[in-house]
Each structure stands twice: as structure tokens, then as C-alpha cells.
């Protein structure tokens, strides 16, 4: 079944403490995503990335790290946890070709608390 | 600079009647168009896009929506709603040039129908 797998789907942390969200996908897609989504704001794009070790900033990138060794994983780090990132967070991926439309395949969403 | 508006935060449709999700959006030449769909602790799916072509495309689940490139607008539409329809309502778009590959995405319209 192609699929986004995002973990942990639910994470209560606390302030400074490093954390991973991974995502992998098994679809072979180019391009993958991370996004978060707060009430009234709609997604925003924290990262990109368009092939394997190919990123780049997305919207909101202050407090991520990111990396795409694999073309199948592309992980989220929060080096240092704060409370303003405290949110549900998105992991997508497409098919980045010439020609091709892009619509987004997407994980089921991590919800990150920081207290 | 680009950007999406769902002006309703919330449409209340009867079970049955015809519901419409209005979007509009401010982007530069004729930008990839499409509709996702939220559902409670879920991520999002792919409902349909508009490339090119006829202004009325058909998507899942028994949804369309009409392009119109003058009012810049892509509203969602369905003739008939069903109280499985009431979801969270994304409307997104992306360039055509090579800008990142980046799709913007409006605030979100909350879909209740009733029965």
C-alpha cells in the first residue's frame, strides 16, 4: 500500500529536549515535505526537499533541522524543543518530474506538545 | 506575494442540499490548483486539481470544482452533501515554474453537514 509513515504520532517533551520525528515513504517520490499546522493558519512549510541530500528552507524554518540521506526518509529534528513548536506536524511527499502536477501524499500527522 | 483565501472559516449545509467551499488565491501566471480534504486525526487527502482545460473538474467522493481564471477562483462544490462529507476543507496551489515546487495552502474551511 503506498503511504506516508510518520513517528511518533503523539509526543509530550519538554523544553531542550532533542527530538526526531522520522517519515518514510514508499512511494519512490523526489520531492518530500515537512509542514505544521496551527488552528487559523493553515499548513506551513518548515523544509523541502527535492531529491536525496537536496534541501532547502521552506516558511517557517527557525528551530528545524532536516536531512535526506535516503530517498524514502526524511526526518525532523528539533534540536532544542520550545513551547511555540507545539503543534501537529506533516510529512509529504510527491513525484517531482517534468510534466508532472504534484499533488501531496501525506503522513497522518505527529502532534508535538513542549512543555 | 502568493497567496490562498478561504473566506468562511465554517459552512453549515443541510444533508442532501448542494454545498460550495469557496477559494480564491493571488499567484503569479497560471499556477497547478487543488483541493485537500482533513478529516478528524487524519492527514490530508487529495481531492482533485485543475491543470488546464475545462474549467470544471471532478474529483472524489463526488466533488468538483469550478476554475475561474478571471475572478481567480476555484470553489469546491458538490450537488448533494452528505454528513460524511464534514471534514476540514484545504485549498492549495502551486506554480508552474520551477520555484521550489511549493504549494501554498489557505487556512482551511471546516465542512459541517447536517443530517
Known amino acids: 500500500e503506498a503511504q506516508v509513515t510518520q513517528n511518533p504520532r503523539y509526543l509530550i517533551t519538554v523544553t531542550g529536549k532533542k527530538l526526531t520525528v522520522t517519515c518514510s515513504q514508499n512511494m519512490n517520490h523526489e520531492y518530500m515535505s515537512w509542514y505544521r499546522q496551527d488552528p487559523g493558519l493553515g499548513l506551513r512549510q518548515i523544509y523541502y526537499s527535492m531529491n536525496v541530500e537536496v534541501t532547502d528552507k521552506g516558511d517557517v524554518p527557525e528551530g528545524y533541522k532536516v536531512s535526506r540521506k535516503e530517498k524514502r526518509n526524511f526526518p525532523l529534528i528539533l534540536e532544542s524543543p520550545s513551547p511555540n513548536q507545539t503543534s501537529l506536524y506533516f510529512c509529504a511527499s510527491s513525484l517531482y518530474r517534468a510534466g508532472v502536477t504534484g499533488e501531496l501524499f501525506f503522513g497522518e500527522g505527529s502532534r508535538l506538545t513542549v512543555l | 506575494a502568493q497567496s490562498v483565501a478561504q473566506p468562511e472559516d465554517q459552512v453549515n449545509v443541510a444533508e442532501g442540499n448542494p454545498l460550495t467551499v469557496k477559494c480564491t488565491y493571488s499567484?503569479?501566471?497560471?499556477?497547478?490548483l487543488f483541493w485537500y480534504v482533513q478529516y478528524p486525526n487524519r492527514g490530508l487527502q487529495f481531492l482533485l486539481k485543475?491543470?488546464?482545460?475545462?474549467?470544471l473538474v471532478k474529483g472524489s467522493y463526488g466533488f468538483e470544482a469550478e476554475f475561474n481564471k478571471s475572478q481567480t477562483s476555484f470553489h469546491l462544490k458538490k450537488p448533494s452533501a452528505l454528513v460524511s462529507d464534514s471534514a476540514l476543507y484545504f485549498c492549495?496551489?502551486?506554480?508552474?515554474?520551477?520555484?521550489?515546487?511549493?504549494?501554498?495552502f489557505g487556512a482551511g474551511t471546516r465542512l459541517f453537514v447536517k443530517a
Open positions: 485543475y491543470i488546464t482545460g475545462d474549467n
Open positions: 499567484v503569479s501566471g497560471n499556477p497547478y
Open positions: 492549495a496551489v502551486r506554480d508552474r515554474g520551477t520555484g521550489g515546487f511549493k504549494t501554498i
